[in-house]
């Protein structure tokens, strides 16, 4: 975990995350705390990663998607070298599809 990003007011936030219970609420919740397209881009990334985790290119993925290189190999850094956040959330997402 990066230690500049851990602070009190990083923690409330999380905390305030963890506390939706639904697909909607997230909807409500992050429409008003980002602007559309600080949540499209966000948005954007879980989508190149998923494509990168399913072997895509580049190409395919920035032609799927519309992000740009750049964004396809910052992605593609964090699933190899980041703290496995995607890859968390990708396992919970097939074990929950599985049970």
């Keep these: 975990m990066n230690n ?3 602070n009190a007011a990083v923690d409330s936030l999380f905390e305030a ?6 697909k ?12 559309v ?3 499209l881009s966000l948005s954007q990334r879980f989508d190149v990663a998923a494509m990168l985790r ?10 799927k998607t519309g ?3 750049a964004t396809i190999s ?3 850094r964090s699933l190899h070298y980041g703290n496995d956040g995607y890859e968390l959330i ?3 997402i097939e074990d929950e599809k599985h049970s």
Excluded at 17 to 22: F, V
Excluded at 24 to 35: A, G, I, P, V
Excluded at 54 to 63: G, H, V
């Design 4 to 6: 500049k990003l851990k």
């Design 17 to 22: 995350i963890l506390h939706l219970q639904s």
């Design 24 to 35: 909607e609420e997230c909807y409500n919740f992050f429409e008003d705390l980002c602007t």
């Design 37 to 39: 397209n600080e949540l």
């Design 54 to 63: 399913d072997k895509k290119t580049y190409l395919e993925i920035a032609e």
């Design 67 to 69: 992000a740009s290189t």
């Design 74 to 76: 910052r992605v593609n």
């Design 90 to 92: 990708f396992q919970r």
